[in-house]
T-cell receptor, first 116, second 111 residues
Framework: GAVVSQHPSRVICKSGTSVKIECRSL??????MFWYRQFPKQSLMLMAT?????????EQGVEKDKFLINHASLTLSTLTVTSAHPEDSSFYIC????????????FGPGTRLTVL | GQQLNQSPQSMFIQEGEDVSMNCTSS?????WLWYKQDPGEGPVLLIA?????ELTSNGRLTAQFGITRKDSFLNISASIPSDVGIYFC???????????FGQGTRLTINP
């Protein structure tokens, strides 16, 4: 299967700071990437859909000024959590849609964010 | 919003047993995907289904795209300890970009 990387895998930051998470498709080009948030023992919650070269589409209830998404190339999307607060602590996972070999969606390994 | 009903929510089985889980929806999907997630990791794609009635295997895993396009099942034969984890189904509507996820099935295996 196709490979998606995420960096960093784990980050601890102070309240009020901003944190950037990178998502890369390593062996395929992804015009569409997705950002999810997952709470303990729950399913994945889609935050936004990111299309290369255009503005991200945010799900209802997700603050776009809080969670900045940039999809500057066909292999890289970034999520920046601005002015992070403890309630932003969570597991963030990106995924990328691969449409050449099929129509599948591959996930990164996730980023554990802890805001103190 | 659109939802997938995944069942069972959890399973406790003995090693070597077969496992079956399914997802149903009131809406028609164009694509069904099955994922496995280990603790602290991202979901890993197991099987992708694109046609109604399609039956696809991946080793000991078998999944089917329901004829009505509103359901899918995943079977695991002869379970082993590394099968432990959470399994998610996901569906995509025709023309849509995003996936709709089931609630997950947590599989626990007693040795």
């Amino acid at each position: 299967g196709a490979v998606v990387s995420q960096h960093p895998s784990r980050v601890i930051c102070k309240s009020g700071t901003s944190v950037k998470i990178e998502c890369r498709s390593l062996d395929f080009q992804a015009t569409t990437m997705f950002w999810y948030r997952q709470f303990p023992k729950q399913s994945l919650m889609l935050m936004a859909t990111s299309n290369e070269g255009s503005k991200a589409t945010y799900e209802q209830g997700v603050e776009k000024d809080k969670f900045l998404i940039n999809h500057a190339s066909l292999t890289l999307s970034t999520l920046t959590v601005t002015s992070a607060h403890p309630e932003d602590s969570s597991f963030y996972i990106c995924s990328a849609r691969e449409t050449v070999r099929g129509d599948e969606q591959f996930f990164g390994p996730g980023t554990r964010l802890t805001v103190l | 919003g659109q939802q997938l009903n995944q069942s069972p929510q959890s399973m406790f089985i003995q090693e070597g047993e077969d496992v079956s889980m399914n997802c149903t929806s009131s809406s028609i999907f164009n694509t069904w995907l099955w994922y496995k997630q280990d603790p602290g990791e991202g979901p890993v794609l197991l099987i992708a289904l694109y046609k109604a009635g399609e039956l696809t295997s991946n080793g000991r895993l078998t999944a089917q795209f329901g004829i009505t396009r509103k359901d899918s099942f995943l079977n695991i034969s002869a379970s082993i300890p590394s099968d432990v984890g959470i399994y998610f189904c996901a569906g995509r509507f025709q023309g849509a970009q995003k996936l709709v996820f089931g609630q997950g099935t947590r599989l626990t295996i007693n040795p």
